[in-house]
């Protein structure tokens, strides 16, 4: 990874940047946003399987969140992919 990008563990904070991300790909996928994603991040962070500081992961540079990912854990046979956004917004370029 180049030196200005950074990757962290997600917070709470993160959360208003995180929908503005699932809402830049969902226009760029499909032309317009139709989830709610302000509820489906809220309800997943609350979710008992998830625990933000160990499954959610932001990458940033220069303090703008670029990405983010996380798992969401079903129960004790493994783990089930949340969301896999790790994709940029456009013009980002290689990391």
């Known amino acids: 990874m180049r030196p200005e990008y950074r990757d962290r563990a997600a917070s709470p904070a993160d959360g208003a940047a995180v929908v503005e991300l699932l809402r ?3 226009l760029a996928d499909h032309g317009r946003v139709t989830a709610d994603w302000n509820e489906i991040v809220r309800s997943v962070w609350r979710d008992p399987g998830f625990r933000i500081h160990d499954d959610g992961r932001i990458l940033e540079c220069g303090g703008v969140s670029l990405a983010f990912a996380g798992v969401l854990r079903e129960d004790g046979t493994g783990v089930r ?4 956004y790790v994709r940029s917004i456009v013009g ?3 990391v």
């Open 24 to 26: 830049a790909h969902e």
């Open 81 to 84: 992919e949340w969301l896999d």
């Open 92 to 94: 980002v370029g290689e």
